[in-house]
């Protein structure tokens, strides 16, 4: 194949998969499903040679769960088909949120935005940052990251503090980037926790779950706040004041019609096809794309609109596969490792019904980061459990409680594991290692939000 094919026909693959995926959960019909499929194995063949270690891995891993479904589970056929579904899911709704991602990096009212959050004054910046993460969260997903760590490393490089200065205002906005990042993941619609978990369990009520999960993100902000605070006002204390920026009313005007828009589109959606929110925001997204780059253009300029489409559809997208395919191998993995668990049996093995809902409900979120420091990515974790907990004739727990557990689990993992997603990222942008982002410098807030959960589930169940 030569260098100018292959890039094409990635890009073609990867838009397959979008596509057929939308068209087979609109439809309902079973041939696009199998379209889905065969597009997501393309992909997956033309991401071997940018492939690393952990892709390595998991595809490994695949190949073994695979061979031990087809031996050993009850119905192979019916488990190898909800673990391509899981995959084909998980892999076409992240490059959805990446035309958005990539669409948003390009507007220079997003840098405006980020650059008046890192520039605040030391005593704002934790907010600012925290809930600024969380909100562009919504719209880049790991692109939040992405954005605001060149930001603060400008920043902190241009500023006219001594090296321990330096040090401590690096790490006060970092710990504030990763948590607002973690923590948008038990809210946010566009989150891929929630969407992962949102078919494995019946019965679980969206809206509930976006209000409980906004209500925890604000209990933790508070916690993490204080922590901040109480670690660092001495070093506050002698920090010379800093003017606050102006704030950048076209900027944020023009952000927040892009939020809103992307609200409004999936609402449409809704309305007129009666679909799920899932399925209205996967067909949000492109028609996003396409208005967000013609409104940034121009009417006019045409020609720029669609040399940064063909762009985003054939260089960023097929960048970027690296982390759908580990995206897609995780919910493949943490299908078909349910498949092979007699759900009933483990759950009275571990005494899951005998434990107080409160107690499990806590429990859940530690025991996932557990495991993930053994390199088991959250969502695979996400992934299993909820399926496990789905086959279960009856949940132990409220299922909107069960589903918002998982998802704390993930955002525990954010924070806590050196393997997570956005840790191995952070370190590999900033220098600093896994460990020192999470354990060193987020250890005792992690501790904090277990707390902080814990004590909430014990009042959300009474007690119980």
């Excluded at 270690?53 to 119905?75: G, I």
């Excluded at 998980?90 to 990539?102: Q, S, T």
């Excluded at 759900?343 to 557990?370: K, N, R, S």
Aim: glycine share 8%; hydrophobic share 55%.
């Amino acid at each position: 194949m030569s260098i100018n094919t292959r890039p094409l026909l990635h890009g073609a693959a990867i838009i397959a998969v979008m596509g057929f995926e939308i068209i087979a959960r609109a439809s309902g019909i079973a041939v696009f499903n199998t379209l889905a499929h065969a597009a997501l194995l393309l992909v997956v063949l033309l991401t071997l040679p940018r492939c690393g270690l952990r892709e390595a891995y998991l595809l490994t891993l695949c190949a073994l769960l695979t061979a031990a479904v087809m031996l050993y589970a009850d119905n192979p056929a019916h488990a190898l088909h909800l673990g391509f579904e899981q995959a084909a899911f998980l892999m076409a709704f992240i490059f959805l949120l990446a035309l958005l991602n990539e669409t948003a990096l390009s507007s220079p009212s997003v840098a405006t935005c980020g650059a008046y959050l890192t520039g605040q004054p030391p005593g704002k910046r934790y907010a600012a940052l925290y809930w600024g993460t969380n909100m562009m969260t919504v719209m880049f997903n790991l692109g939040a990251v992405s954005l605001f760590s060149p930001l603060i490393k400008r920043g902190v490089e241009a500023s006219d503090a001594d090296a321990a200065g330096k040090r401590a205002r690096e790490r006060r906005q970092y710990s504030a980037v990763m948590r607002g990042f973690a923590w948008n993941l038990v809210w946010s619609p566009t989150a891929i926790a929630p969407i992962a978990v949102m078919g494995l369990i019946d019965g679980i009520d969206r809206q509930r779950w976006t209000l409980l999960g906004l209500g925890f993100a604000a209990a933790i902000f508070v916690v993490g706040a204080l922590e901040d605070h109480w670690r660092f006002s001495k070093l506050a204390r002698s920090a010379k004041p800093r003017p606050r920026p102006a704030f950048p009313l076209v900027a944020y005007a023009r952000f927040s019609a892009a939020v809103l828009w992307l609200i409004a589109l999936t609402l449409a959606f809704i309305w007129l096809t009666g679909g799920t929110l899932i399925l209205s925001l996967m067909i949000a997204c492109p028609l996003m794309m396409l208005g967000w780059l013609a409104a940034q253009n121009g009417l006019s300029r045409w020609a720029d609109t669609r040399a940064q489409i063909h762009s985003i559809g054939f260089q960023r997208l097929p960048e970027i596969a690296t982390v759908a395919v580990a995206l897609a191998c995780s919910g493949y993995i943490g299908r078909l490792g349910a498949a092979l668990i007699p759900a009933e049996e483990w759950a009275q093995a571990l005494g899951v019904f005998a434990m107080p809902q409160y107690m499990l409900l806590t429990a859940l979120p530690v025991f996932m980061l557990m495991l993930s420091f053994f390199a088991v990515s959250p969502i695979m974790l996400a992934v299993f459990f909820g399926s496990v907990f789905g086959a279960l004739p009856v949940l132990p727990t409220d299922p909107t409680l069960l589903a918002l557990s998982l998802s704390i689990g993930w955002a525990l993992a954010m924070t806590a594991s050196p393997f997570a997603t956005v840790v191995l990222l952070l370190a590999k942008m900033t220098g600093h290692s896994g460990m020192t982002l999470t354990l060193r410098w987020n250890g005792f807030f992690s501790v904090l939000s277990v707390a902080v959960f814990g004590l909430a589930f014990w009042l959300l169940t009474g007690g119980r």
